[in-house]
């Protein structure tokens, strides 16, 4: 406001200046030339100052500015804010459109700048960690990625400098047209006749543009999709040769991206071009009829230059406050989808409202005519009526044919979808009634494929553990000892600080999948969910990982997937699915003595059935 308020007082000073030059007699003449002229220099310097902290304050609003006036309007969302500052209120008023289309937002917009780019982020971040593994089936990585980085980024620009140089062209527009008001109302309201078709247009523009900032940020996370896709998977692209066909879909990608762009270039040039030709006709409309005032003497030489540089100045505030509004709209387009992720409610919650933490838990797992289908595939049943019983403490194989399901009752057990019907309990409580991290906390997974992070062996072990900062090494030392991985751990020249890559593919799968047992040990899990790794390790490494997966079960209640026969004759009972539902229970060689069974077909074509057994059966 100061810095405004200096460069819009300027035209009218200068008027002055001229009145004196033309009107004064030549003793006092150069004394008032001379006052006039210190005061302006004074005056231009507080300008000068204020603009540098406009901008710096726009950008970092560190200092915390009392508020001393707002509109009845704000309050229900200043009760909101926690901490409020001075630009964070005109950040919200300025912000305010957005509140029809989000009022979570408002929760956003309570600070300057730099400060909503990292809140949005920070936010949409862990809006999209609470969504449910559903809704991670149907959006893919790549586009969440674009929202987190690019979206935010285009959001940020548009409440930043832009916000800053937008508020001022409005300050110096009020400013300038109120100014020409005062010095000649007449030309004013002659010159204003202009407002309403600029108005329109700018409306009309406004629109397109955000429509066309919506597609391009759709289309900008497509081509993200297919590049993390593409990179996160390049031995595929490599072993099938197809980087040039990749390079071709993503050029196809981009290209669409700069049609849009031309898109928005002839927009604006359009736009741009029609207000700076109105700008210089305000000009020209100035002169002519500046100059017929002047000829009546209805106004001094230096009114009128007063007046033209007034409307030199809206003209200037015109402009910035049409760049303020493009990128204003670009804003609104890219925020559509990221509101909507924002407001997205997870379709069951991750750990609020569900207060039930049982103290004492055995282990015993129960599914009761559980049907199930993926909410990608609400068609294609996976169970229909299911029932298995997996009494505590004891090792349930599970075997059935590939995409019987075997994996599924995994994802239910884990809550990570929910039955369409029937209930799964555990130790009779209904795990929907139990609180989600309490339930994860005590179930322990390695899967055939065990996922590490790019970190250190040492912080992926670490990570099973409920509180990870505080494991001390020698916990991971033990886990690692007990899961049959320190020995090949302390090969390693950099020992338990080695990186293992992303996903670990710096690993092979026999290590990794002693990792993973490490991992699940420091967790110490009253249940276990394993899923026997089918790829065939070399003998050595299939007996290091059965030992430890054996010390790892000790005690616990388990559920296995069981591919080695070693395994499925060890369990206490074997389920067989298949048909969407368990078709046969019991124990191993209780299965096998059914000639005409699912469990005696399956064992009689696996591949890995030693020939003692062959004779067995027979
Ligand atoms: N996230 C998902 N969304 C939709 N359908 C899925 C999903 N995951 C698995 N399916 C489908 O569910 C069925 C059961 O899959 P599941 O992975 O449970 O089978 P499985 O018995 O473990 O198979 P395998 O022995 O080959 O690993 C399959 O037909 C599969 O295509």
Known sequence: MVSSAVTMSAPFFLG?????????????????????CIMLSGVFLCGGAANAARVYLMQISGERHRLLSVHAEWVYILNRCPSLDFL???????????????????????????????????????????????FFDKTRTGELINRLSADTALIGRSVTDNLSDGLRAVAQATAGVSMMFYVSPSLAAFVLLIVPPMAGLAVIYGRYLRSISKRTQDSLAEATQLAEERISNMRTVR?????????????????????????????RAGFFGATGLSGNIIILSVLYKGGLLMASEHMTVGELSSFLMYAFWVGISIAGMSSFYSELMKGF?????????????????????????????????????????YPTRKDAPIFQDLSLSVPAGSVMAVVGPSGSGKSTLVSLLLRLYDPVAGVITIDGHDVRDLNPYWLRSHIGTVSQEPVLFSCSIAENIAYGAPDSGTVTVQEIHRAAQIANAYEFVRG????????????????????????????????????????????????????????????????????????????????????????????????????????????????EKQAFLQEGQKQALR
């Open 88 to 134: 964070g209120v005109i950040t919200i008023v300025t912000l305010m459109p957005y509140r029809g289309t989000n009022r979570t937002f408002q929760k956003y917009v309570t600070l300057a700048g730099q400060q909503i780019v990292r809140n949005l982020r920070v936010f949409l971040f862990s809006s999209i960690l609470r969504q449910e593994v559903g």
């Open 239 to 267: 072993a099938f040769g197809k980087e040039l066909t990749e390079v071709a879909k993503y050029t196809e990608k981009a290209n669409y991206v700069l049609h849009l762009a031309k898109q928005e270039a002839v927009l």
């Open 16 to 36: 002055q200046v001229i009145d004196t030059i033309y009107t004064s007699s030549s003793e006092d003449f150069s004394a008032s030339l001379r006052s006039l």
């Open 492 to 603: 390693f020249p950099k020992g338990f600080d080695t990186v293992v890559g992303e996903k670990g593919v710096l690993l092979s799968g026999g290590q990794k999948q002693r990792i993973a047992i490490a991992r699940a040990l420091l967790k110490n899990p009253k249940i276990l969910l394993l899923d026997e790794a089918t790829s065939a390790l070399d003998a050595e490494n299939e007996f290091l990982v059965q030992e430890a997966l054996e010390r790892l079960m000790d005690g616990r209640t388990v559920l296995i997937i069981a591919h080695r026969l070693s395994t499925i004759q060890n369990a206490d009972a074997v389920a067989v699915l298949d048909q969407r539902r368990v078709v046969e229970c019991g124990q191993h060689a209780q299965l096998l003595g059914n000639r005409q069974g699912l469990f005696r077909k399956l064992m």
């Open 333 to 373: 387009g890219a925020g559509a989808r990221l509101w909507e992720l924002l407001d997205r409610k997870p379709e069951f919650p991750l750990n609020e409202g569900i207060v039930l933490r049982p103290e004492q838990l055995k282990g015993q797992l129960e599914f009761q005519n559980v049907s199930f289908a």
